[in-house]
């Protein structure tokens, strides 16, 4: 009578009644308290480098597409906004400046907090181009900003 009832089950659910215990279960685990670590793998960086002689469009490019693909979708949409509305207006040293403020830190989130003022920003870092990023996050005229802005802009004649 017991076989009939194992019987019944689905394939699947049987062959995890009998070798659920012989397998290891994989998935994510998140931090744990008894979590040693030994299993994260940490991938270098390579080292951010000023591009001394790459010209100013190919700069604000490269620049732009840089701020629209970050590892944060916070960042996408606070870095590729504050992009649109500065990038063309940017001097040869702030292009500089921003490209080591967005390329130089390993993670995405010291420069949302520091774009925020949730954490101070180190010396290194605290720049006229970090002010205007700074400045641009207040979002003192209440903008709805949701996404990215479209690429049209691009292509529209300058005024």
């Known amino acids: 009578m017991a076989v009939a009832r194992f019987c019944s089950l689905p394939r699947w659910a049987l062959c995890r009644l009998v070798l659920g215990p012989l397998c290891l279960r ?36 490269r620049l732009l597409y840089e701020s629209r693909k970050r590892g944060m979708l916070e960042n996408c949409i606070l870095l590729s906004l504050f992009a649109k509305e500065n990038l063309n207006r940017m001097s040869e040293r702030q292009l500089n400046l921003y490209d080591r403020l967005i390329n130089e830190p390993s993670n995405d989130w010291d420069i949302y907090y520091w774009a925020t003022e949730a954490k101070p920003t180190p010396a290194e870092f605290d720049t006229d181009v970090m002010a205007m990023l700074r400045e641009f996050a207040k979002n003192k005229k209440r903008e709805q900003r949701l996404r990215q802005p479209d690429l049209e802009y691009l292509f529209e004649p300058r005024r």
């Open 26 to 61: 994989r998935g994510y685990r998140g931090d744990s308290p008894t979590d040693s670590g030994k299993d994260v793998l940490e991938i270098p960086l390579p080292p951010w480098q000023e591009r001394p002689d790459e010209p100013l469009q190919t700069k604000r490019a």
